[in-house]
């Protein structure tokens, strides 16, 4: 049985580790990315890449990013995901999970809710109200794009003025407003790397700004978690079923809180501060669950 790699990129370094490790445990496999699917109502295939046909053919899909693209695209995109899943295909990460994590308003609010500490932040469509926010969050604030990824877009604002311009332009171009308080952290923070619900390697990101990124540049370091950071670790990943998580944890003075949940990492800079072959883990575990 193949599994399938869904990824923009098969070169990319963590699709590359992927397909080096399924070679190395002799599992056929095929990478494509999204835009080769066809899908088919009310006759056969009913999801194919050129010739395969993916239910007969596929044991799994791991998904690598879902990719960018329009809400149309996107929406398409995760509806066959849905349509695979129901029929009968073991999909890493799930839908659900992939859903969740990919809106930073809906993992927060999920993690908060089931009382993960998460750092106070405001969500609107409006601007005054994204004013009053502000100002409610300490006037020191991180915007992100709802939907962001790798540090992209995300800008601390001090300055009201500059808080209402950004709020404006977002709101014209049809964005919502997501922000949230600054947390002092240092310039580092923890990135823990959960594969069904336990913590496989861990490093500290340094950075020489606020933002803690590896793609952003910053530096990873060897770091052990003691049990209270992986705890919050696997249980967020847990919380929303995600089985290959990256969960970002700043350490503010209050306390670590949980940033975000990442249902696609990468895990280069990881890989560079760990002994554990962490593409070898993830081959491991979807075999683990091919078994179940
Ligand atoms: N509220 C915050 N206060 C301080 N730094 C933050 C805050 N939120 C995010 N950061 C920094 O910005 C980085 C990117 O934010 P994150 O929420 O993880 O989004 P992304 O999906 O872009 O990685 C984090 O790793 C962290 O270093
Ligand atoms: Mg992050």
């Not at 007969?56 to 695979?84: H, N, Q, T």
């Not at 590896?214 to 049990?227: F, I, K, V």
Request: charged letters at 25%; proline letters at 5%.
């Amino acid at each position: 049985m193949k599994i399938g790699v869904v990824t923009r990129n098969r070169n990319s370094w963590s699709s590359t580790q992927l397909r080096k490790a399924l070679a190395k445990h002799n599992i056929p496999h095929v990478c494509f990315s999204f835009p080769r699917l066809t899908a088919r109502i009310g006759y056969k295939p009913y999801l194919n890449i050129g010739n395969i046909n993916i239910l007969d053919e596929l044991g799994a899909l791991l998904i690598r990013p879902i990719g960018r693209g329009s809400l149309e695209e996107i929406v398409f995109r995760m509806d066959m995901l849905y349509r695979l899943q129901r029929l009968g295909l073991l999909i890493i990460n799930s839908p659900e999970a992939i859903e969740h994590c990919v809106d930073k308003y809906d993992i927060l609010a999920i993690l908060e809710d089931k009382g993960i500490p998460v750092p106070r932040t405001a969500v609107t469509e409006n601007v005054d109200e994204a004013l009053n926010a502000f100002h409610e969050l300490g006037g020191d604030v991180v915007v992100k794009p709802l939907f962001g990824s790798r540090g992209i877009g995300a800008t601390r604002v001090r300055d009201p003025e500059v808080a209402s311009t950004i709020f404006r332009s977002l709101t014209f171009y049809h964005n919502v407003i997501y922000i949230q308080e600054f947390v002092p952290h240092g310039f580092s923070d923890i990135r823990a790397f959960v594969i069904d619900n336990r913590v496989v390697a861990a490093m500290r990101r340094v950075a020489s700004s606020w933002k803690t990124n590896y793609s952003q540049g910053a530096r990873p370091e060897p770091t052990l978690l003691d049990n209270m950071l992986e705890e919050l670790a696997v249980k967020s990943a847990k919380l929303i079923e995600c089985k290959i998580a990256g969960v970002d944890i700043l350490e503010s003075p209050k306390g670590p809180v949980v940033v975000e949940v990442n249902s696609q990492p990468g895990w280069r800079g990881l890989q560079s501060v760990t002994r554990v072959n962490i593409a070898d883990e993830i081959v491991n575990f979807v075999i683990s669950e091919l078994k179940k």
